[in-house]
């Protein structure tokens, strides 16, 4: 069976402060996807990022920085010098290949930063 | 533009009185899908379709029901609410790597 984690239900920092968001995920498939979606409090999924399983390299983008290590099955997301604007929910999301387009949510980490 | 839509984004019932809430995508995509968000379990996936006429549970299809008649179109049905169907409903498409999301429904069953 499939499965993500994320378990910090809430973080708090105060603006300026770099932050990691973990996922931690569980699937016995070799052919996978990982995903991370914002969800600001209007509500709507904002896309961040996708990376295939056999795509073990870090992407940054802008403020943005993903760490994906198969090793620990873990899809961390780091957020640096972080904004008010990065105040939201973060989705971590897995979707095996030969299981349709469903994806596996994990429960979502609320971002809260502080002026 | 590519886009999935939802209507309506806003709608507060009660208990026992049928619903529907639409979802159209505009980017003829063959798969489509329902998921809710609840606070604590994230999104879970209620029904999806891979083609017009083919229609499949998810992992929580108690009390909905969905139709594909026409592959832009893709309704969830909730015909006796209750209130434990108080939740945010994403409509999606996808094809190859790419998934699409509308904007959410926030239904409220009294």
């Known amino acids: 069976a499939q499965k993500v984690t994320q378990a910090q239900t809430e973080i708090s920092v105060v603006e300026k402060e770099d932050v990691t968001l973990d996922c931690v995920y569980e699937t016995r498939d070799t052919t996978y996807y990982l995903f991370w979606y914002k969800q600001p409090p209007s509500g709507e999924l904002v896309f961040l990022i996708r990376r295939n399983s056999f795509d073990e390299q870090n992407e940054i983008s802008g403020r943005y920085s993903w760490n994906f290590q198969k090793s620990t099955s873990s899809f961390n997301f780091t957020i640096t010098a972080s904004q008010v604007v990065d105040s939201a929910v973060y989705f971590c999301?897995?979707?095996?290949?030969?299981?349709?387009?469903?994806?596996?949510f994990g429960s979502g980490t609320r971002l809260l930063v502080r002026p | 533009e590519a886009q999935v839509t939802q209507n309506p984004r806003y709608l507060i019932t009660v208990t026992g009185k049928k619903l529907t809430v639409t979802c159209s995508q505009n980017m003829n995509h063959e798969y489509m899908s329902w998921y809710r968000q609840d606070p604590g379990l994230g999104l879970r996936q209620i029904y999806y379709?891979?083609?017009?006429?083919?229609?499949d549970k998810g992992d929580v299809p108690e009390g909905y029901k969905v139709s594909r008649k026409e592959k832009r179109n893709f309704p969830l049905i909730l015909e006796s609410p209750s209130p434990n169907q108080t939740s945010l409903y994403f409509c999606a498409t996808a094809q190859g790597n790419e998934q699409f999301f509308g904007p959410g429904t926030r239904l409220t069953v009294l």
């Open positions: 999301a897995l979707r095996v290949v030969y299981s349709s387009y469903k994806l596996i």
């Open positions: 379709s891979m083609n017009v006429e083919v229609t």
